[in-house]
């Protein structure tokens, strides 16, 4: 469980930190934007460094990174003998005993890989360096225009946030359970299949009834605090955009005005 | 053969920015056919260190000599299932654990799962639901909609079924009324007495330490501090002032008729002992 590096928030002290969370989730929006520009490799060489240049800003590491590719690795792996087989074209690269290997294929694999990377970098700059619940604020913000036509912007950021802070929870029980359970003599590798099917269940059935339980707490907890999804409410924690947010913004827009520029 | 921590240091999501090192250094030896109690401040790591016992966790360093078998992290610990059966271990809030349809069938699931044949497992799993003060009229009730105590001895009878040589309980009495904590209590000194079981209980009742357990292991910020028999801890030095916990009731009292001028003992380990003492005080007067 203690793999799950991907989309989790990182305390750092660090100016990406301390960006407002609106300007990093749109500035996301567009960077992702950007690198689905096919720009070529020029384009993904300037996406490329100021993601990097970000990624340092915000003092992660880019093994943590590389790390969180690896579930994807076996898709490349997959991806590139797909491609090796179908695409015929360019020069031919490699000659494997009359099995030619053309340079697209290759070109092209390398180009989605740098793709995904990309992406993976971006979203996972701003999951580190942003607490969940300043997401869901800053979700609420961008959308509260829409507020005028009935869309429950504060509903659904509040929904948001209950499930974002309930992810560690529910990790932590599952855990738990898992080993009362093995205490009890489930072993999830070994056993028949009538079995592993009593340890699923012995896992499942529990992990539901605590859930349900603290929601029903929880709504509970929230009523007899008198909470009104549609009252007017202000905050504690308000957001404030500096300097660094603009600059970050005008970067960002940059890069995005480059790649459009690169691939006209 | 022995329990034994050496050299163990336990550490949570190593190598992340989440890295907690939960257990320093613990060399511990625990005797067998005792009644050992853990005490300890919230966090100190009581819940991990009983943890290694069934294997649940296996120590980042160091080594867990646990009956004929030998945990640690530099080999491949096979066959953990065996040593689950002979170390039972309930867990913290154990009420979470269930899920069966009914409280028998929940009770039997773990014997079940150690293969003990269906007629066996039910026989053993009355019996353990008895010895907690479960009567006939629960067999056939979901564990589900129970109250909270009795979801908690549900949970200790599961364990119980499994007829382990080692029983390790966290904190078994947290939140059970006074009277079901001590029949709870008295039921495991039955247990260690009558059936030679080597019992561990994680408590925060340090009455229950003086009244119930052989030995005590005190545990602060990950580490041993102290490991003694009860009586040499509460009546001999001041290794018991030091730690910084409420003392048991009968030497509070002690302590108060000290300070309003009774000439006690501090140190008087027996209650007739304590009650001729105070007889004595006040005929004096
Ligand atoms: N799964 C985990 N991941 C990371 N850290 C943990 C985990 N479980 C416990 N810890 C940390 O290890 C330390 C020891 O925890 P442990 O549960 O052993 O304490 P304890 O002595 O049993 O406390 P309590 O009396 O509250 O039950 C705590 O500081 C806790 O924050
Ligand atoms: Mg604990």
Redesign the interface.
């Known amino acids: 469980m203690?793999n799950i590096?991907l989309g989790r928030y990182?305390?750092?002290d660090s100016i990406v930190h301390k960006m407002d969370p609106r300007y990093k989730l749109v500035a996301m929006l567009v960077l992702m934007v950007a690198i689905f520009f096919p720009s070529g490799y020029i384009g993904y060489a300037i996406i490329g460094s100021f993601v990097l240049f970000s990624l340092l800003l915000a003092k992660l590491n880019i093994k943590m990174i590389l790390r969180a590719m690896k579930p994807m690795l076996f898709m490349l792996v997959f991806l590139t003998f797909v491609n090796t087989l179908v695409l015929r074209t360019g020069y031919v690269l490699i000659d494997l005993f009359g099995f030619k290997v053309y340079s697209d294929a290759i070109f092209q694999t390398l180009y989605i890989t740098i793709r995904l990377l990309l992406m993976i970098m971006v979203t996972t700059i701003l999951t580190a360096s942003t607490k969940p619940l300043d997401l869901t604020l800053a979700i609420e913000d961008l959308f509260s225009p829409l507020k005028r036509f009935g869309f429950p912007a504060h509903e659904i950021a509040m929904m948001i946030s209950i499930a974002l802070r309930f992810i560690p929870t529910l990790i932590d029980?599952t855990n738990?359970?898992m080993?009362?359970?093995?205490?009890?003599?489930?072993?999830l590798k070994?056993g028949t299949f009538k079995?592993k099917i009593?340890a699923i269940?012995?896992l499942i059935?529990?992990l539901f009834?605590?859930s349900f339980q603290r929601a029903e707490e929880l709504a509970d907890a929230m009523e007899a605090r008198g909470y009104i999804p549609s009252a007017k409410r202000t905050r504690y924690k308000q957001l404030k955009h500096t300097m660094k947010d603009w600059v970050m913004m005008f970067c960002v827009i940059c890069v995005l005005g480059s790649v459009i520029w690169i691939s006209l | 053969m022995p329990i034994a921590f050496e050299k163990v240091n336990y550490i949570y999501?190593p190598k992340?920015?989440f890295q907690y090192e939960a257990l320093k250094c613990i060399d511990l030896a625990i005797e067998l056919n005792k009644i050992t109690a853990i005490i300890g401040p919230t966090g100190s790591g009581k819940s991990t260190l009983v943890?290694h016992l069934?294997a649940?966790l296996v120590p980042t360093d160091g080594t867990v000599y646990i009956l004929d078998r030998e945990l640690s992290s530099n080999q491949k610990n096979k066959d953990?299932?065996s040593l689950?059966?002979r170390v039972?271990?309930?867990?913290q809030f154990?009420e979470?654990?269930?899920?069966e349809e009914t409280i028998l069938k929940d009770v039997m699931?773990?014997p079940l799962?150690?293969k003990m044949t269906e007629e066996d497992a039910r026989q053993k799993s009355m019996t353990a639901l008895t010895m907690v003060g479960l009567d006939e009229s629960f067999y056939e009730r979901s564990p589900?909609d129970i109250s909270g105590g009795q979801k908690r001895r549900v949970a200790i009878a599961?364990?119980l079924a499994?007829n382990p040589d080692v029983l390790v309980l966290d904190e078994p009495t947290a939140g059970l009324d006074p009277q079901g904590a001590k029949s709870m209590m008295e039921l495991f000194v039955e247990l260690n007495r009558k059936y030679k079981k080597t019992i561990l209980i994680v408590t925060h009742d340090m009455d229950h330490v003086l009244n119930y357990c052989d030995n005590v292991v005190v545990m602060k910020k990950g580490e041993v501090i102290t490991h003694q028999q009860v009586n040499d801890f509460f009546f001999k030095g001041d290794t018991v002032k030091e730690i910084e916990m409420a003392l048991p009731q009968r030497l509070r009292v002690v302590e108060s008729l000290r300070e309003k001028g009774f000439k006690l003992d501090s140190k008087i380990s027996n209650l007739k002992d304590l009650a001729n003492a105070i007889k004595k005080e006040i005929s004096h007067e």
Request: zero cysteines; glycine letters at 8%.
């Open positions: 203690n590096a990182l305390p750092l029980e738990r359970i080993k009362a359970q093995a205490s009890r003599g489930v072993d070994e079995e009593m269940l012995s059935v529990p009834v605590s | 999501a992340t920015p943890q069934n649940l953990l299932k689950r059966q039972g271990l309930v867990f154990p979470y654990q269930l899920f699931f773990g799962n150690f589900l599961g364990i499994i």
